[in-house]
């Protein structure tokens, strides 16, 4: 059996096996609904995780490398920086004079791989305070608009965005 399949199957397994342990019922409806789920879910995810296998898609992206042991670390960082960013957020919202500073920053970006960069555009934009306005997918650069430039300058922005946009390449190229 080829490699892609064997790893398609354990995704689709694996997928199967956190539906059951997170819905906790074993009745025909909930299991039918899971195995649906789990095989959507692979078959979507198959050309990010393993491109070798789709033949346009083979010639114009180097194949993604996902490394799990470094998933482990890049998401609980990112989670705690979204928290981080959600309270900086909410006390700009809580005080009785707001100052805003917006502004749109060009982050030029080492990611030549463009699901990577699409990747890491979404990353930014789920960072509260922070929205991806643009791609430049030619030349590897974000738009990226922040809420408050005069707390965060545009360096201090692209000095955040290098920090996830390495731990972002480690996991994935």
Known sequence: METYRKKSILLFMVLFLFWILFT??????ALVVGLALS???TRISHLSFFPTVHELYRHKEPPLHFRFREAITFFPLY???ILLATAQVALLALKPHIELKPGVVKLETSIRNKTTLVILANQITLTPGTLTVDIDLAHHNLFVHSINLRTLDADAVRKE??????????MME
Request: hydrophobic letters at 50%; aromatic letters at 10%; charged letters at 40%.
């Open 39 to 41: 095989f959507v879910v």
């Open 79 to 81: 989670v705690l920086n």
């Open 161 to 170: 965005v290098k920090e996830l946009e390495e731990r972002l390449r480690r």
């Open 24 to 29: 906790w019922k074993l009745e025909l409806p």
